[in-house]
């Protein structure tokens, strides 16, 4: 058996479980999710929905400056040597420290930022629910680095039990929003519980880590600061564009309709995470094969892995699109059925894209930040031209258009520069 043979059969088995752990995870997401989503409909309507959804949006923004791209320099860095304790120990309290400093200023900024927010998109609530949200924001970026950490080391049974505890812990900070008779404008709450209690076994996870860290941990701040810097961009980049059709819609219509497209758009994002999961397995095989030069034994474990994306993704798009209604029954508020249209274009963007976005991180796994960043700018632009285009004459289906438009082109863009920049053929 070949080198390259047996490199296969050895991930397959790994990969494999490690795949159905996450795609686990995605499942409670998917539970926990559906909880919610129905849970703030059916409780408060449309209006407060788009709200919170304006407030995730900008939560999601600001998360990029909290955490800075330490965390893909983390992962990276790890998954390079993860069985060399030392070298772990080192580089993972060289991200420790930056990532305090950089969530609290970020928090700080977000708080702040509140009632600027509330006035360009016309929703007093915004403010409020940023109040309530922004302590989140400080955890959320520690817990980004510590997951990055076990991600890096491959342990991803014990990345999809984290993960299922984030989405219990959001469902939960929303019974404790109804319970407590919080205001509608506070949903975004629930972030701020969810992160809190994610922290306390993340960090434990993650100090034990921090033995023996014996080298230069200032030295690798650094490096990560410098990796960071070139590669927060496409992070921010990349949250933005998963949120401005929402931004874009706010701009344009009231509340009301982003509530109903914003309900569409969250169902669609967690059919995505299937390609998430997917990401998270693939990139720490990228990163330390990249990094010693066995491109030839790569590309034939991506190759198989494009096609079987496709292959599963089809059949979980044909299922999500049928099953949408039944979605909407148990909402019971007829007015969010106008998000059905939207949700299948948003369906149809990502399946044409599904076989390539478990690699799209290739360019952070090769130590190319810089390009990965001008990527990202390049699908952005493309995104917000197209819902500027498309907004105002078809309205939510024009901004799933857009949004299906960006997806599609950032797989040519994607495939190209990998294959000029690293050499990988994907």
């Known amino acids: 058996m070949s080198v390259a043979a047996r490199l296969r059969a050895a991930l397959s088995g790994k990969f494999r479980q490690d795949a159905l752990w996450n795609l686990g995870a995605v499942a409670m997401l998917a539970i926990c999710g559906f909880a919610i989503n129905v849970g703030i409909g059916h409780e408060y309507g449309a209006a407060p929905f788009g709200v919170y959804n304006q407030v995730w949006a900008a939560y999601i923004f600001f998360s990029q400056f909290a955490v800075g791209g330490v965390d893909r320099s983390v992962l990276r860095a790890v998954a390079e040597a993860p069985h060399d304790r030392q070298r772990v120990a080192t580089a993972v309290l060289g991200a420790v420290v930056p990532t305090f400093a950089l969530a609290a200023v970020a928090a700080v900024l977000f708080w702040f930022a509140g009632p600027a927010l509330a006035r360009l998109l016309d929703s007093p609530g915004v403010a409020r629910g940023i109040e309530a949200a922004a302590p989140g924001l400080f955890f959320f970026a520690l817990n980004k680095v510590g997951l990055a950490v076990v991600n890096g080391q491959q342990r991803m049974r014990t990345f999809a039990l984290y993960s299922m505890l984030r989405y219990v812990a959001m469902l939960g900070g929303l019974g404790v929003v109804f319970a407590s008779g919080m205001s509608s ?242």
């Not at 049928?322 to 998000?339: N, T």
């Not at 939510?396 to 299906?404: C, H, K, N, S």
Request: net charge positive.
């Open 185 to 426: 404008d506070r949903i975004a709450f629930l972030f701020t519980f969810a992160e809190g209690l994610l922290f306390v076994p993340l960090a434990v996870d993650v100090v034990r880590q921090l033995r023996p860290a014996g080298g230069n941990w200032v030295e690798w701040s650094r490096e990560h600061l410098r990796y960071g810097a070139k590669s927060f961009a496409s992070g921010m980049l990349l949250e933005l564009n998963s949120r401005v059709d929402v931004l874009m819609l706010g701009l344009f219509l009231s509340d009301g309709p982003v509530g109903v497209y914003s309900f569409a758009a969250f169902v669609a994002e967690g059919v995505y995470q299937v390609l998430v999961v997917l990401q998270n397995n693939y990139n720490p095989i990228l990163a330390e094969h990249i990094s010693s030069g066995r491109l030839r034994e790569l590309e034939p474990v991506v190759h198989k892995g494009r096609r079987v994306t496709y292959a599963i993704f089809a059949g979980i798009a044909l299922v999500a699109f049928g099953g949408y209604p039944v979605l909407l029954a148990a909402l019971a508020r007829p007015e969010f059925a106008a998000g059905w249209l939207p949700f299948g274009t948003i369906l149809l963007g990502m399946l044409i894209a599904s076989g390539y976005m478990p690699f799209a991180q290739a360019l952070l796994m090769a130590n190319r930040p810089g390009w990965h960043t001008l990527m990202m700018a390049s699908v952005v632009l493309v995104n917000v031209f197209g819902n500027a285009c498309l907004i105002p004459s078809l309205g939510l289906v024009g901004a799933a258009a857009g949004t299906a438009l960006c997806l599609v082109s950032a797989t040519v863009v994607l495939r190209g520069m990998v294959e000029r920049l690293v050499g990988l053929r994907l």
